[in-house]
């Protein structure tokens, strides 16, 4: 068992990810500064520091204090159209505090740097499903920081040694996401219709690849076993557009909900969908948790909490 810094870890994929490492009997240090993250997202078990990334000098201390082995990196400025409005605030969360990270874990000895990256953003409209040989063509400043971070993974790698597996996730959704974060269109819908109203869809026929958050974080912890330092998809390797799930999510509330239906985004991808053979391959990884049972677990989730986020 090993001693696990999660950063992000009371946010939504990092909260489950710590979640499950705890389960297996892991020690898990969260850093996270609770700008998107909540504090009952917190498992526990885990010690926590409120603390941002960008405070390199306190980052520094808890890695001398907390001596952890392993990194999850997890920690990030998640929004999209954020990135497109202020590229240097985005590069200084998503590519400097990394950074800071990566020469801490080289001088702490660190065994395994996992980072979550990212397959839409990294690939933009490509060839379906999408393998990671694609050729990279982000088009926005949080694919393309994306990007640059898995280029100094294999630069750690090849120069200091450092071990790495970078996970290009598609869509996660699943019970705990904040409607405000990356890909949130599934907790947007569900928020919306438990408020009341019909939910806006802009255009609608654009496909993308959803992936159950609990099956997202146990491909985390299987990264563990990963020894060649390598890139992997996440995701299900099926299409889904927004109209479907619209339709899917409004049969929770008898069909009850008519859309409004709105000009697609300028520049929004049209198609996202992710091959998952390499991880299958290399560590055993395949999505278990189908798009209906997910969709149910967020419905129950939300019954559960009182409908509110
Ligand atoms: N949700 C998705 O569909 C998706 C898809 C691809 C990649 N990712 C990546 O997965 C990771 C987790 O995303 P998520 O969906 O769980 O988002 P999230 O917003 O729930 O989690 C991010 C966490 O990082 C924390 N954080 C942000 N900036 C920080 C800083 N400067 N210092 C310390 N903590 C900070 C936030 O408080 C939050 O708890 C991110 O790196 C994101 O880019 C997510």
Redesign the pocket.
């Known amino acids: 068992m090993s001693k696990i810094l999660v ?9 489950h990810t710590s979640d499950l490492l705890i389960e297996e009997g892991h020690k898990v240090v969260i ?8 504090r009952e ?1 917190i498992n526990p078990k885990a010690i926590f520091y409120k ?5 390199h000098n306190k980052i520094k201390e808890i890695f001398e204090k907390e001596k952890p082995e392993i990194v999850y ?6 929004n999209v159209r954020k990135s497109v409005e202020n590229p240097i605030e985005d590069a ?3 590519v400097l ?1 990394t950074l800071n990270l990566l020469e801490l874990s080289v001088k702490n000895n660190i065994k395994h740097f996992i ?7 990294i690939y933009g409209d490509a060839k379906i499903p999408t393998i990671e040989d694609h050729q990279p063509n982000p088009v926005s400043p ?1 694919g393309c920081a ?1 990007l640059a971070i898995e280029k100094y993974l294999n630069y750690y790698n090849k120069v200091h040694n450092l071990k790495f597996t970078s996970l ?6 699943g019970p ?3 409607p ?5 269109v599934i907790t947007i819908f569900f928020n919306e219709m438990f408020s009341g109203k019909s939910p806006i869809i802009f255009g609608g026929l654009q496909t993308r690849d959803f ?1 159950y ?1 609990k099956d ?1 974080a146990r491909a985390n912890l299987l990264a563990l076993n990963d020894n060649k330092s390598e890139i992997y998809n996440v995701g299900t390797g099926k299409e889904t557009n927004i109209i479907e799930i619209f339709s899917k999510i409004n049969s929770f509330f008898k069909d009850k909900f008519q859309p409004i239906y709105k000009k697609k985004k300028k520049g929004e991808q049209e198609r996202s969908c992710l091959s998952y053979e390499k991880i299958k391959d290399n560590l055993g990884w395949v999505p278990l948790v189908s798009l209906n049972e997910g969709l149910k677990q967020v419905y129950i989730w939300y019954l559960e909490k009182g409908n509110k986020l």
């Open positions: 950063t992000g870890g009371a946010g939504f994929i990092g909260g850093i996270d500064n609770l700008s998107s993250g909540l997202n603390e941002g990334l960008n405070n990196h997890l920690a990030a400025q998640v200084r969360i998503n505090s980072f979550a990256s990212t397959g839409g953003a949080y994306k290009r996730y598609s869509n996660v959704y705990r996401q904040n405000k974060g990356e890909a949130g992936v958050v997202v």
